[in-house]
């Protein structure tokens, strides 16, 4: 069982370059989300998925895209990579409302923007 | 809107000591309060969390209060140690989605 698995953990990109984090669980969480954390800003909601085939935008959604075309995956794509988006990004999944359960956190993907 | 305002933003505290930080909610229909704690370099990891059908809850060192009517939250940690040096996240869950929103964070220092 290895929880929330985030890849890659570390990339540099170049201004305007495209590209995807992977976020998988095998927990059967039916919730996902997509977090950015930047210094003295806490972390802030991108995107968030209550189920397969579904999304929806967070308080910070502009400049990426979201999939979740199966359960335990939850893609975040840059399309034009800036440098406001460097940043360190966590995907978290939990059971939803219903369970009323905390979520839990990958390691995180630590993304520099040149 | 939806908001959690978390105070101090750093404390610094002699070990031993005790440690509070306190957190204010907006929405009034807010149910769940996680309290994650955060290494350096590390992921978010919950410590406690409190529902609102109760006023207090403890887990050995660590106690979390909830006030509703005045929507404030506290995290309270006793006998501090050095492995209590760490950023802390109050948070609300809010809407039918289950969305979380964080406070700020406290950087919390244990000062030998």
């Known amino acids: 069982n290895a929880g929330v698995t985030q890849t890659p953990k570390f990339r540099v990109l170049k201004t305007g370059q495209s590209m995807t984090l992977l976020c998988a669980q095998d927990?059967?969480?039916?919730?996902m989300y997509w977090y950015r954390q930047d210094p003295g800003m806490g972390l802030r909601l991108i995107h968030y998925?209550?189920?397969?085939?579904?999304?929806a935008k967070g308080e910070v959604p502009d400049g990426y895209n979201v999939s979740r075309l199966k359960k335990q995956n939850f893609l975040l794509g840059l399309e034009s990579a800036a440098p406001s988006q460097t940043s360190v990004y966590f995907c978290?999944?939990?059971?939803?409302?219903?369970?009323?359960?905390?979520?839990?956190f990958g390691d995180g993907t630590r993304l520099s923007i040149l | 809107g939806e908001n959690v305002e978390q105070h101090p933003s750093t404390l610094s505290v002699q070990e031993g000591d005790s440690a509070v930080i306190k957190c204010t909610y907006s929405?009034?229909?807010?149910?769940?309060f996680p309290w994650y704690k955060q290494e350096l370099g590390k992921r978010p990891q919950l410590i406690i969390d409190?529902?609102?059908?109760?006023g207090e809850k403890k887990d050995q060192r660590i106690a979390v209060t909830l006030n509703k009517t005045a929507k404030h939250f506290s995290l309270h940690i006793t006998e501090t140690q050095p492995e209590d040096s760490a950023v802390y996240f109050c948070?609300?869950?809010?809407?039918?989605?289950?969305?979380?929103?964080f406070g700020k964070g406290t950087r919390l220092h244990i000062l030998p």
């Open positions: 929405d009034s229909a807010s149910n769940y």
């Open positions: 409190i529902r609102s059908n109760v």
């Open positions: 948070a609300e869950v809010v809407g039918r989605d289950d969305k979380i929103i």
């Open positions: 998925s209550v189920g397969e085939g579904t999304t």
């Open positions: 927990m059967n969480h039916e919730y």
């Open positions: 978290a999944s939990s059971y939803g409302r219903r369970h009323n359960q905390p979520q839990h």
